[in-house]
């Protein structure tokens, strides 16, 4: 099954770089797998409709158990959020996060309101989620699988391991900025509501049923059935995200306005690319993402097509060498040591060499 | 039953109800439909039709939508299934969580499952820690100049 997934995956990949022009007419193969490939119209997914506030709570549950994966291997996983490394990375988290505010566009869909950006494609042609109930929160841990999720709510999870492949500042932001994408972009409830409205299950009928249920004899409400249903939904996407992802074309869409949110921020809008080529030879990374996302040479080439087009700042943006020196410095202030090992082609080489950044460690 | 109410009733009207339980007010009779209000406990509504588990209710501002009974119920219990023995009364606050979907409360009762108390404590941290009130905005001034220029308000790069 896995195989037929990352065979589909690769299918699909291969696909958005022949057809670069929309990389998101791609059906959305993972989802389909999960989902049985029952495929539900856009008004049988309105039904299921989230809240910020149950957006929240949903996050909030999944995020708990990512952490509990991580603190299972390593007790002191996550790094305190006063730490150096964390206090960094959520202020270039909170740039994102606020250049993506600056470019929300609630039109289009069942909002019945018209575009702001009618010239972004979209994966499914939904309005930006509401901005998170209570921010976003970017949480640091300790692992040397490169990862990172970006989970309905606002929160942010990431390893230091893949923080240290970044080679700059930019690149630190290109990353954030593409999970705040999937965020803003609402692609976790997206999932949710894909897998709730093909598999319709007993335990949903009943918490329903029960919801509404007060028959007079025997008043059957109570919180049990809730807790099932977010306890269920958690424990499935946070599966689903371990093991799969969002799905292919929802990266391509996080990449795409991840980049625009750089720009918005004055970051080289190439950050992304960047660290996409830095990595694309490095075999931990392959191996983290090679389930989850299109290979990372073909993304980086839909970014770079897309900054040409869009006509966003140029790779090299002004300053871009400050904002390295400012990312090691953070770096070696966090305990993070700058990953800038073997793999990294040449043509793409850091633009502060490695064995000066070792010295200084 | 006073004569405007008997008059109402007789003309389609609708029969008054008082809110019970907090509920959110639905599009549709199904547990995950659109939320289009809230009703809070002491609140008027007009029952427009009963429906099963639901009522179809009309709110003071016009809005028409779905209402799980629940609202309007007195007293719950809790399903013997999800306990050993008797099973025990659940308080106005769970009925009323029942119908408000994924909360505080739901969240709290999820993470009784082993490992998940502690990985949210750490959570709780970083929700409460110095990200808690977002990006400073003299801070978002000197990144923002940072980017821009290469150094940040002291000068230093």
Known sequence: MRRALLLAALVSAGCAQLQMKNPFDQAQKSIAAA????????????????????????????????????TQQNPDAVYPPDSPAAVYVNEVGQLAAEAAERNRDDGGGPSGAARRFPGWARVDDMPDRPPPEFGYRFILVRNPAPGAWGLPGGFIILTDSLVARAGSEDQLAGILA???????????????????????????????????????????????????SLNKFADRLSDALTDKGYGINYEYEADAYGTRYLATEGYSAAG???????????????????????????????????VAAEKLEPARSPHERERVSRFVKAMIAGGIRPDWSPKTDPATAPLVPPAKTASAN | ????????????????????????????????????GELNRGQSVTLLESMGTWYRVRLANQQVGYVPRSAFANAVAVPAAHFEGA??????????????????????????????????????AYVAGPAAAGLDAALAKDMAGFIKKGKLGGGQP
């Open chain 1, 35 to 70: 989902t049985g490939n029952k495929e539900c119209t856009r008004a049988e997914l309105e039904k299921y409709a989230y809240s910020p506030d149950d957006e929240y709570w949903f996050g909030r549950s999944v995020a708990d158990r990512l952490i509990a994966g991580f």
């Open chain 1, 178 to 228: 593409h999970e705040v994408a999937h965020v803003q972009r609402g692609h976790g409830i997206e999932v949710i509501k894909k897998v709730m409205c093909a598999q319709e299950d007993s335990a949903v009928k009943e918490v329903a049923k029960q919801a509404g249920d007060t028959a007079a004899s025997v008043k059957i409400v109570d919180l049990g059935p809730v807790v099932e």
């Open chain 1, 272 to 306: 992304i690319a960047d660290f996409l080529h830095r990595v694309d030879a490095d075999p931990a990374f392959s191996t983290a993402m090679s389930k989850s996302h299109p290979p990372a040479h073909l993304r980086a080439e839909a970014i770079e097509k897309q």
């Open chain 2, 1 to 36: 039953m006073q004569l405007w109410m008997l008059t109402l009733l007789l003309l389609g009207g609708g029969n008054p109800a008082v809110v019970k339980n907090p509920s959110r007010v639905l599009a549709e009779p199904k547990f995950w439909a659109r939320r289009v």
């Open chain 2, 87 to 124: 099973a025990p009364q659940a308080s106005e606050t769970q009925a009323a969580n029942a119908s408000r979907g994924f909360s505080k409360e739901a969240h709290a009762a999820d993470i009784g499952k082993p490992g998940l108390k502690k990985a949210d404590e750490l959570l709780a």
